[in-house]
């Protein structure tokens, strides 16, 4: 089993920045890839970021892409996701999960981390 534990989050304006951290007990990140979501009042959850067990692939979202940014440190056992230039579309609870190696379902998830963007 893997526990997740998201932190970070919080209300800013418009234009500022937001670094979400997923701290992970219970067993090493090495063996998962980990992907951020997100999910907004009345609308379904998406996919923003994702990224490859050793780090070196990534994914972004179109809606994201070029203002967040997810790296991990597997020695931590940590993901984060660096939010610039947020926008108050990007009010979201913001979720982190992980997948094993060959999946391609995410099996373990995080309670969440609220950020609100005000305009």
């Known amino acids: 089993q893997v526990q997740l534990v998201e932190s970070g989050g919080g209300l800013v304006q418009a234009g500022g920045s937001l670094r979400l951290s997923c701290a992970a007990s219970?067993?090493?990140?090495?063996?998962?890839?980990m992907g951020w979501f997100r999910q907004a009042p009345g609308k379904e959850r998406e996919l923003i970021a994702r990224?490859?067990?050793?780090?070196?692939?990534?994914y972004y979202a179109d809606s994201v892409k070029g203002r967040f940014t997810i790296s991990r440190d597997n020695a931590k056992n940590t993901v984060w996701l660096q939010m610039n230039s947020l926008k108050p579309e990007d009010t979201a609870i913001y979720y982190c999960?992980?997948?094993?190696?060959?999946?391609?379902?995410?099996?373990?998830w995080g309670r969440g981390t609220q950020v609100t963007v005000s305009s």
């Open positions: 999960a992980a997948r094993g190696l060959g999946r391609f379902d995410y099996e373990y």
């Open positions: 219970g067993r090493s990140l090495s063996g998962y890839g």
């Open positions: 990224i490859s067990l050793n780090g070196v692939s990534t």
